[in-house]
């Protein structure tokens, strides 16, 4: 529900309002005819829903103003509306049927009328539920457009400061909350943590009763084969007297009852601990299940944690961009929250507690979670930046990062399907993503590929020292500077990389080595850990990913994706092309090394994997999918800026701030279609062509301006001297 309402447009709260009761109304519909019979209606469906329906509205609930809304929406329509609704819904509801009524007891139709009942009112709880909530989100909303009305309306500098003196406050309420919220989220791990001495408790409980109850089944056997075996067999004894003989078979019969008896308790006794065992496994599926509701439960608290902490320093940075360079006791107290939040971490607070999905310093691949800014402005927005990654990652870990994993997982063996391309759109989990892109590499590659080719390029290397090396030297230490695999002094990676560069400057001496093919290196070095498959990765971008010429000298085909990008911004994006276009801003200084690196200097590790995994196996359509979403995801943010100088700053680090890789994924591969490749190869046919002929033109520029040079006599300017004169 809280995901919900991001989602919802305060403008228009009555229309908002009726189609998420509507939308939950035919949830609630979907499931329940999961599980009953086709064809059961009930009449009594309408029952709960006139119920709420003629509820008075709360006379707390602030209105919307007539200033919110050119066209408000008034409460008889309203009413009506979600009456009609509601009787659509009765006369669609399956819940009574001819069947109801036929071939079925009285406690069945009960039993069916009980489970109606009870799922309308849960039905009924959560709408009103819904609606305290939106409730609290106009309240909050207009309390919000009060206090920024009021703030610009401010004649004085007084009013103004009081103002700001408020927002303090309430940033200081905000403050307790999170810190109630840490203890609540305390107390939940402590719980869990009961709970998990409890069932191992359990466990050894059960497993000393297994024990036991085999050990007593072993007995059963033997004494019971004993029996049989004294039966069938009776030692072999000299005849006795009738008097001996007749105690010594009383004596065996009396040993039998005995042995029956302790058989039959043997008996008695291991049906009881099979039923104890019984009990304590159901025990301990409950307790399992509590466990699992109640970390879902502390990763959402701290989801929820983390967008409170996000917009507390998006609040501090607000207020510090309206003070400006203002002296004042605020304006210090504003320096010292700031300084303080920098230096916070979640960690320090909670020592003791579970760390569900941390803020480490660096993830899985060696990246800065927190980009190091220098400056401060920039370090809080990185913060900022920090603590929605965590947020997104906490809410999407359950619903999605683990089905996700599932499938991979049971994929089995892999070959080229619709199903597959659904799946790397989505993403590679980690522990999967090696052995997925070796597989692409090689579907690329075997052509090319050839034993022992690695090793022969590195020995040519060692014998001959190519031309590209003093570049690539130079290029290694420029490497990501902000993943420690490439700065740690002690790290095997600078070493690896720079063998996998002068490899492929042997393989293609056409091309030997351009900037940004250490990166391309770098990236698959991180992910596949091999030279040698790092290596063949490169040259599968490079030589059959890529077009031709899109790493020579004259990157011909690069210059040419940079118009093909342009013409698609015009079609997919006018009215962000023309905003640009208005202040002569060139997207091309942004754009061009996007594609040339793959966006591996752009986006955050997580999404620049994602963007690989597509990559590698649909290719160059990848990227531009993948630019044209990037600028439709930030376009209203680029609107409003008014300069060309503050638009250039935005867009140099802009796609730093991107941390929902679904909202990404689904502008990409859903919002930007059609995107038919037919069209991407004529629009790169028709530039490339007109690129090629400005440099034949420039080309033949420059011949007849060395050609007029050389027919020219050289003349020497009065009052200076000639470089023969000089000398003498």
């Known amino acids: 529900m809280p995901l919900a309402l991001q989602n919802i447009s305060l ?14 109304r035919g949830n609630k519909q979907s499931q329940g005819t999961g599980h009953r019979p086709p064809g059961e209606d009930s009449p009594l469906i ?10 008075p509205p709360d006379p707390s609930t602030p209105g919307k103003g007539p200033s919110d809304s050119p066209k408000p929406t008034p409460k008889s329509s309203l009413t009506a509306n979600l009456i009609q609704k509601a009787k659509r819904q009765n006369n669609t509801f399956p819940l009574f049927a001819e069947g ?20 309308l009112t849960k039905e009924l709880k959560s709408q009103k539920e819904l609606v305290r909530i939106l409730h609290k989100a106009l309240e909050a909303a207009q309390q919000e457009k009060r206090a920024s009305s009021a703030y610009l309306a401010a004649a004085e500098d007084k009013d103004r400061l009081e103002l700001v003196r408020h927002k303090v ?15 609540e989220r305390e107390s939940l791990t402590q719980t869990v943590s009961l709970l998990e001495q409890q069932v191992q408790e359990l466990e050894q409980h059960v497993q000393l009763l297994m024990e036991k109850n085999q050990a007593k089944q072993q007995v059963i056997c033997v004494l019971s084969e004993k029996v049989t075996q004294d039966f069938l067999h009776p030692p072999n004894q000299p005849p006795k007297p009738s008097d001996a003989a ?21 008996r008695t006794q291991n049906h009881f601990l099979n039923s104890e065992i019984h009990q304590v496994t159901k025990i301990w599926r409950r307790v399992a299940e509590k466990e699992k509701a109640l970390l879902m439960k502390c990763a959402y608290l701290q989801a929820k944690n983390c967008q409170v902490e996000s917009k507390y320093l998006a609040g501090l940075r607000r207020l510090q961009e309206a003070m400006g360079n203002e ?16 230096q916070w971490e979640a960690s320090d607070a909670s020592a003791d507690g579970v760390e569900l999905s941390p803020i480490r310093e660096y993830d899985e691949y060696g990246f800065l979670t927190v980009p190091n800014y220098e400056v401060e402005d920039l370090k809080l927005l990185a913060k900022i930046q920090a603590l929605e990654v965590r947020s997104h990652h906490l809410l999407a870990h359950e619903a999605v990062e683990r089905p996700l994993r599932e499938r991979w997982a049971a994929l089995g063996e892999l070959a080229p399907s619709a199903e597959l391309k659904q799946l790397l759109r989505a993403g590679v989990s980690c522990e999967h993503r090696p052995r997925v892109w070796r597989w692409l590499v090689h579907l ?34 420029r490497t990501f500077p902000n993943n420690k695999h490439f700065t740690c002094p002690t790290s095997s990676f600078p070493d690896k990389l720079r063998r996998v560069l002068l490899a492929f400057s042997w393989q293609n001496p056409s091309i030997g080595y351009c900037q940004g093919l250490n990166r391309l290196a770098a990236i698959a070095l991180l992910v596949l850990d091999e ?19 899109y790493y020579s000298k004259t990157l011909t085909a690069s210059q040419a994706d940079q118009r093909v990008l342009q013409d698609l911004l015009s079609e997919k994006l006018p009215r962000l092309m023309a905003h640009v276009g208005q202040h002569r801003v060139d997207l091309s200084f942004i754009t061009f090394n996007w594609f040339l690196v793959v966006f591996a200097d752009s986006l955050i590790s997580n999404i620049l994997l994602q963007v690989w995994d597509a990559f590698l196996y649909e290719g160059t359509k990848v990227l531009f999918r993948y630019a044209l979403a990037i600028f439709k995801y930030n376009e209203e943010e680029i609107l409003r800026l008014q300069d060309s100088l503050e638009i250039y700053q935005y867009l140099r680090f802009f796609t730093k701030t991107i941390c929902n890789s679904r909202k990404l994924r689904n502008i990409a591969f859903n919002d930007m279609n059609p995107f038919p490749m037919k069209q991407l190869q004529q629009l790169r046919t028709v530039h490339r062509e007109r690129l090629e002929a400005e440099l034949r033109e420039l080309e033949q520029l420059k011949a007849e301006y060395l050609e007029t040079r050389a027919s020219q006599d050289p003349v020497v300017p009065e009052g200076c001297t000639s470089e023969d004169e000089g000398e003498a």
């Open 169 to 183: 406050r309430q940033i200081a309420e905000l403050g307790r909350h999170v810190e109630a919220l840490e203890q």
């Open 246 to 266: 007749d105690r010594d078979f009383l004596s065996q019969q009396e040993k039998m009852e005995h042995l029956k008896d302790d058989m039959e308790a043997y």
């Open 11 to 24: 403008k228009h709260l009555g229309t908002e309002i009726q189609n998420t009761m509507y939308n939950i």
């Open 444 to 477: 690329r590659v075997q052509h090319l590929q050839t034993p022992g080719r690695y090793q022969e390029l590195l020995s040519r290397g060692q014998a001959c020292k190519h031309p590209a090396a003093r570049q690539i030297e130079l290029d290694l230490n």
């Open 327 to 342: 002296a004042s006791e605020c304006a210090e107290l504003l320096r010292q929250l700031i300084q303080e939040a920098l």
């Open 531 to 549: 030279e040698e498959s790092a290596f063949w990765c490169l040259v599968a971008i490079v030589e059959t990913i890529m077009p031709a010429d």
């Open 100 to 119: 109801l009524t036929r071939n079925r007891t009285p406690q069945e139709k009960a039993l069916a009328l009980e489970q109606q009942v009870l799922m």
């Open 46 to 55: 309408g029952e709960p829903q006139r119920e709420e329906q003629s509820s």
